[in-house]
């Protein structure tokens, strides 16, 4: 939605960095480094939410990155 900010604590953009950073390593040298930790913060977030309002889009984005980091840990890990 227009006008929406989703604010991210340290540790949660720290695990999007490092699994980011990962799937980013698949196209520079074909290798894939498993995230676990920073996998589990963004379970423990989504787990933690109230699931409303602009809480609803943060827990959406979430599960969209755990779910492609799922597909590619399958194939390139």
């Known amino acids: 939605p227009k ?3 989703v604010n ?3 540790d949660e ?3 999007l960095l490092k699994i980011s950073s990962s799937i980013k390593d ?3 040298d074909g290798s894939f480094k498993r995230e676990d930790d920073s996998v589990e913060a963004l379970r423990s977030t989504i787990k933690a939410l109230e699931i ?3 809480n609803q889009i943060k827990s959406h984005i979430l599960y969209e990155v755990l779910m492609i980091y799922r597909l590619l840990d399958s194939r390139y890990a």
Do not use: Q
């Open 3 to 5: 006008n929406t900010r």
């Open 8 to 10: 991210f604590s340290g």
């Open 13 to 15: 953009k720290m695990a």
């Open 26 to 28: 698949i196209f520079y």
């Open 52 to 54: 409303s309002g602009e």
